[in-house]
Nanobody, 124 residues
Framework: QVQLVESGGGLVQAGGSLRLSCAASDRTFSNYAMGWFRQAPGKEREFVSGISRSGGITSYADSVKGRFAISRDNTKNTAYLQMNSLKPEDTAVYYC?????????????????WGQGTQVTVSS
């Protein structure tokens, strides 16, 4: 059982930046591809970004491409999501998820473990 704990959310003005962290309890963190998802009120959970086990392959939703950057440090069992040029439409609860596989995917059903989420609010 892998426990994931997100941190780094908060309230920021449009154009600002936040860095989310996702700390994993499992020392086999490097066995998992990681994904970041978000869910706004009244909307379905959507894929934001994913990173492969080694960190060498990343993917992004079109809506965040060029503004967000995903990374991981397998020595610290932690994944990150750097969010720049934030927009009010980025407001959501952000979740990290772990998938026991080499590659991340866009489908939430493909992930085995989830964090509790962290709120990101972007004011206009």
């Amino acid at each position: 059982q892998v426990q994931l704990v997100e941190s780094g959310g908060g309230l920021v003005q449009a154009g600002g930046s936040l860095r989310l962290s996702c700390a994993a309890s499992d020392r086999t963190f490097s066995n998992y591809a990681m994904g970041w998802f978000r869910q706004a009120p009244g909307k379905e959970r959507e894929f934001v970004s994913g990173i492969s086990r080694s960190g060498g392959i990343t993917s992004y939703a079109d809506s965040v491409k060029g503004r967000f950057a995903i990374s991981r440090d397998n020595t610290k069992n932690t994944a990150y999501l750097q969010m720049n040029s934030l927009k009010p439409e980025d407001t959501a609860v952000y979740y990290c998820a772990a998938r026991l596989a080499t590659m991340a995917t866009m489908g939430p059903a493909n992930y085995h473990y989830w964090g509790q989420g962290t709120q990101v609010t972007v004011s206009s």
